[in-house]
């Protein structure tokens, strides 16, 4: 084999693996966010669950992609550890789809799609358009890149030494581990498979020799999903365990079916001409039929899961820290990994409302320390308040990284509007502490509120925390909820004009001094400047389901 089959073997491979890449990005950056109502809908039913794995597999060519994105919903709990069940084993099936396009010789038209692909995205200004570009484009290096590698390998045929090496592929063990090593090292199985595909086009594999190889790359794809479990939720560490035993089961049968009877050889019977398609047609076979005698008891792949990682009581954490938001998974090429979208703009929001509850929380402890003069009631509230400062500079932090990898323009405009609320969130929690600031110059002056101006200081209370607690009940965003919080907020202009009348009044009947005045005055102050920031929380939130 000469240095320039070498070099051109390295660079299908790339072309392959950047094909995958791109065709991958593209459904993110056109649906990502839609996986979460889509996988919703349809994993409720077990055959619809593996029915979308299938099919979003299929169109991503990759089943470790798939079940990342699954594990990040099991992790942040926007899906059952039965619902991913379904769609590991749909998966499963739907990563076939790349082997059996390379049997069928699609890759005659590759050069044309890929062409299609790049116009779309380089001639036409339409982001969807340039979505669905990739994903064309992506497909065709994709095929390129795999007629480079078969290219490459032909020379591999007259190598005794190599020859040699492919033959003890064959003792079931060896094969095994050999499949497993390799797709693990490249993570992905489509590739891996691939490329044994262009092994057994130029010659240098058959079937009976590469059989186990196949089985072992099953097992290897699970690496991809293992290593994005890392310091997830127990139940997103279950689904990998899931998706091993789903792939070592099926192994264990097949590899002892083939051990056994004359599988191998009635498969390579069914297209004695062409290479490809035998291991496209036992890598077919090897995940429908594992898929279906697995259906039934998919129950109890979740109790085995459980049984090899069970509960265990979790240490409470303690300390400021992050409830919702976990750490997102970036590919090599800097953008976020299939679905990943629908997990963060998820995390995001749980952890804003979060967030509120504690502002909401203050803003109830600062009503309560000046209406009954209680300045050690600071020390509570501004403890909160170091909390929501640490939440909005995090939250802050999290979506400045997220965003510079969306592709996505409506994700990305959420985001924005994510971030404006963080920050009106963190002003809220200001003028909380303004107001519980005041309790300490009551007490220290001796000034005291009339019974008319605590009766206002109630209302003003029971309108600030009546528009917090509607921003944070999990209620459909829709026009009218928009146009309740604007009524809300011009409610409490009106209820800071007419205090302020109510004070000159005060004022001049002598029922109120002057240091009262002044801080009712500045309270007032706060007041309104909380319920425009109630109005840009809601707007913000309008505009991110707008944009969604």
């Not at 094909?19 to 996988?39: H, V, W």
């Not at 597999?57 to 994105?69: F, G, R």
């Not at 109830?364 to 000046?370: E, G, R, S, T």
Request: one cysteine or more; a negative charge; proline letters at 2%.
């Amino acid at each position: 084999m000469k240095i320039s089959d070498v070099l051109s073997l390295l660079g299908g491979l790339a072309l392959f693996l950047h094909g995958m890449q791109m065709m991958s990005s593209g459904l993110e950056a056109a649906a990502g966010n839609r996986m979460k109502s889509i996988l919703e809908k349809l994993t409720s039913n077990r055959l619809l669950g593996v029915l979308v794995g299938a099919v979003i597999t299929a169109v991503i060519q990759s089943s470790s992609a798939t079940t990342v994105m699954v594990v990040g919903f099991v992790n942040s709990g926007m899906m059952t550890l039965r619902q991913a069940v379904w769609i590991i084993m749909g998966a499963n099936i739907g990563t076939t789809i790349t082997g059996q396009l390379i049997a069928l010789d699609v890759g005659v038209l590759a050069p044309l799609i890929a062409f299609v692909g790049i116009a779309l995205m380089v001639f036409l200004k339409n982001p969807k358009v340039h979505h669905i570009g990739s994903i064309l484009g992506g497909l065709g290096i994709l095929f390129i890149g795999m007629d480079m590698m078969s290219a490459a390998m032909e020379p591999l045929r007259d190598s005794e030494a190599f020859v040699n090496l492919v033959s003890t592929f064959s003792n079931p063990l060896v094969g095994i581990l050999t499949g497993t090593i390799f797709t693990a090292i490249i993570q992905s199985s489509s590739a891996s498979v691939g490329i044994l595909q262009a092994l057994a086009m130029s010659g240098v594999v058959t079937l009976p020799t590469a059989v186990y190889v196949l089985f072992g790359q099953n097992i290897g794809t699970c690496i991809t999903a293992v290593l994005a479990a890392i310091g997830t939720s127990r139940n997103a560490k279950r689904t990998t365990i899931i998706h091993l035993s789903f792939n070592i089961i099926g192994t264990i049968i097949f590899t002892v079916v083939c051990m056994l009877t004359p599988l191998t050889g009635f498969v390579a019977s069914l297209t004695p001409d062409n290479a490809a398609a035998q291991i496209a047609n036992m890598h077919t076979l090897f995940n429908v039929v594992t898929t279906l005698l697995l259906l039934p008891v998919g129950g109890q792949l979740v109790k085995l899961a459980m049984r090899i990682l069970p509960d265990r009581k979790e240490e409470k954490e303690e300390g400021m820290h992050l409830e919702y938001i976990k750490p997102i998974s970036v590919d090599k090429d800097r953008s976020i990994a299939i679905g990943t979208s629908a997990i963060y703009l998820n995390q995001i929001r749980e952890e804003l409302q979060r967030m509120l509850g504690k502002a909401r929380s203050n803003i109830d402890l600062a009503f309560q320390a000046v209406l009954e003069v209680k300045p050690e009631l600071l020390d509570k509230a501004e403890e909160a308040e170091t909390y929501i400062d640490y939440l909005n500079k995090e939250i802050s932090q999290y979506i400045s990284k997220v965003i510079s990898h969306e592709t996505n323009e409506t994700d990305s405009a959420a985001v924005s509007a994510y971030f404006k609320i963080t920050g009106n969130i963190e002003r809220i929690g200001d003028h909380a502490i303004n107001i519980c600031e005041y309790s300490t110059m009551m007490n220290q002056k001796g000034i005291k509120f009339s019974e008319g101006a605590k009766d206002e200081l109630r209302k003003m209370r029971d309108v600030c925390l009546k528009a917090l607690d509607i921003l944070a009940a999990d209620a459909d965003v829709t026009q009218d909820w928009l146009g309740s919080m604007e009524k809300l907020e011009q409610r409490i202009d009106d209820m800071t004009a007419e205090f302020r009348q109510s004070q000159l009044e005060r004022m001049k009947s002598g029922s109120c001094s002057d240091e009262a005045c002044i801080l009712f005055s500045e309270l007032l102050t706060d007041f309104e400047r909380i319920g425009d920031h109630a109005l840009n929380i809601a707007q913000e939130r309008a505009e991110a389901a707008h944009a969604r």
